[in-house]
């Protein structure tokens, strides 16, 4: 027996179907291995996954890309044949788009997949800063109409969804666990507290087709739509299209499920995990990885940020533990929208600056033990950080240069003697556009309700599902941990590195990195 409102999390969790998406990420594969690890008596996980074309079935990418990643080594070293048995037996695969009504199965299948779960944990998402605004519509928010009918078919089951704590966009100071109120106006708020966006949706779709239209050459298509996502996340309060549509799916939610139980869970920038399944485990380059690569590889020697300000990183088992919490009180508790901030900025924060030394000292003492992020040793230069107005002053007119001389080598057949001031501009603008306002933090996330809840589970299951980022060394994590993490794990082959650092982050102008607040600098069209 436990204290009155007492939440066990394995008892809630025991017995019950539940389906995840988003399980060949990163996130989703840190939830998936938990959940196997130490609630072994849930009745089945149930993975909707999109087939691919080396894959065409769910369960073909579960056993090849899933079942096969790092993070499960401990499960497979400790308790071999209980994994092998649990993944037979407990694991159901089914191959679904989400972005299609009914994932694009039958009806017939569609209900009889309704008929036996009894949650949805959605995972899934474009985290694209950058994205094409009809892609990033489509899987960040409006795929989100064909989960509300699954969770509506299944009887109003409770639903845990994953956003991020950037839908805040650019409202500044304490950001706390609520929805979300837009630094512009003109939404109109319903009596639930929720935000009317289908207008605005409808709105989107019109400019899309205007675009996609009077767009004469397909191979600027592309880019085209790009440039509309981040001119209307502009216009309307947010950084890029990634958390502008975040946003917009949250409100579409929160419409759609308001006699359900639904759970916000809003993790910060989620990093390498800190304790477990081991420290450091992470899969692929994230979002201060590729400023981290950059330095490691003399690729840019300074960034724009905000050296004092705090920079909010949650290490992923921490948000994966956060998911599982909420999935037991919606068990638990059923009936009512939560929304929980997982964070580290308001309990234990860290400064850009910090977190900047911190890496660079355990580089300095230690490079020759990361081999594949150092190949070639320890960095001649410290990574410096600058203000972001200088930063931008500098940049255009370096840029200017730059361009002029390239093409006046073009144009007269002579060899470009400053390729390496070429390739260093090109990099720290990539760089520039996609992460400085991450890097140029002038809010808080506060994480009160999150505590409240992990007060309210058993003592065993705070220890074994713990979210309290107090307990986060930053020493240690933005050290030997992460940096572990990142040279074991995430990469491989020197250039294969690079590419990750790089890859989907496109060279715009300088006048087209938004001022962090909301407003643009001068030059930029809206």
């Not at 502009?234 to 759609?256: A, C, I, P, S």
């Amino acid at each position: 027996m436990h204290p009155r409102n007492e939440i066990s999390v394995k008892e809630q969790l025991a017995g019950k179907r539940i389906l995840i998406t988003g399980t060949t990420g990163f996130l989703g594969k840190v939830v998936i291995e938990k959940i196997i690890r130490e609630i072994p008596d849930v009745e089945k996980i149930i993975l909707l996954v999109r087939g691919n074309d080396k894959y065409p079935t769910a369960r073909e990418r579960f056993d090849h890309e899933i079942a096969l990643a790092t993070i499960f080594d401990r499960l497979k070293e400790e308790s071999p044949a209980f994994f092998r048995q649990f993944c037979k037996e407990k694991i159901e695969c089914v191959t679904g788009e989400l972005t299609q009504r009914n994932f694009g199965l039958s009806k017939e299948e569609f209900s009889e997949l309704s008929g036996r779960i009894d949650m949805v944990i959605h995972v899934a998402a474009s985290v694209d800063f950058r994205e094409q605004l009809q892609k990033a519509l489509k899987i960040n928010t409006l795929c989100l109409l064909n989960l509300a009918d699954l969770v509506k078919a299944a009887g109003n089951i409770p639903m845990v969804h994953v956003s991020t704590c950037f839908v805040n966009g650019f409202n500044t100071g304490d950001c706390r666990e609520e929805v979300v109120v837009p630094v512009t106006r003109g939404f109109k708020r319903n009596s639930k507290g929720f935000y009317q966006v289908r207008p605005l949706i409808a709105k989107l779709e019109k400019k899309i087709r205007k675009v996609e239209e009077s767009c004469t050459r397909p191979d600027q298509l592309a880019e085209c739509l790009v440039e509309l996502g981040s001119k209307e996340s502009h216009r309307y309060g947010w950084n890029d299209t990634y958390t502008f549509t975040k946003w917009l799916g949250e409100q579409v939610l929160m419409e759609e499920l308001s006699d359900s139980t639904l759970t916000i869970v809003r993790p910060a920038i989620i990093e390498s995990t800190y304790q477990e399944p081991v420290p450091g485990w992470v899969e692929g380059v994230k979002v201060a990885d590729a400023i981290i690569l950059a330095y490691a590889r003399e690729k840019t020697p300074f960034f724009p940020a905000r050296a004092n300000g705090v920079i909010d990183v949650i290490p992923a088992d921490f948000a994966a533990n956060s998911l599982i919490l909420a999935a037991a009180e919606a068990f638990a508790m059923p009936g009512t929208h939560r929304i929980y901030q997982c964070s580290t900025g308001s309990t234990n924060p860290i400064t850009v600056g910090r977190m900047v030394n911190l890496l660079q000292l355990e580089s300095n003492r230690n490079a020759e033990a990361y081999e594949k992020l150092y190949p070639k040793g320890k960095p001649k230069r410290n990574f410096r950080i600058v203000d972001r107005r200088l930063f931008i002053a500098a940049m255009s007119a370096l840029k200017g240069v730059v361009t002029v001389y390239d093409g006046a080598c073009k144009m007269t057949g002579m060899k470009n003697r400053i390729r390496k001031m070429t390739d260093f501009v090109n990099t720290t603008m990539k760089l520039a556009i996609t992460f400085s306002f991450y890097a140029s933090p002038q809010y808080v996330f506060h994480n009160h309700n999150l505590m409240d809840l992990a007060s309210r589970v058993t003592p065993a299951d705070s220890s074994t599902f713990p979210v309290d980022a107090r307990i986060i060394e930053w020493e240690s994590y933005m050290g030997p941990i992460h940096l572990t993490g990142l040279n074991r794990y995430a990469l491989k082959a020197r250039k294969t590195a690079l590419q990750q650092a790089q890859e989907n982050i496109r060279i715009p102008g300088v006048a087209q990195i938004p001022a962090v607040g909301g407003s643009l600098e001068s030059g930029t069209a809206l």
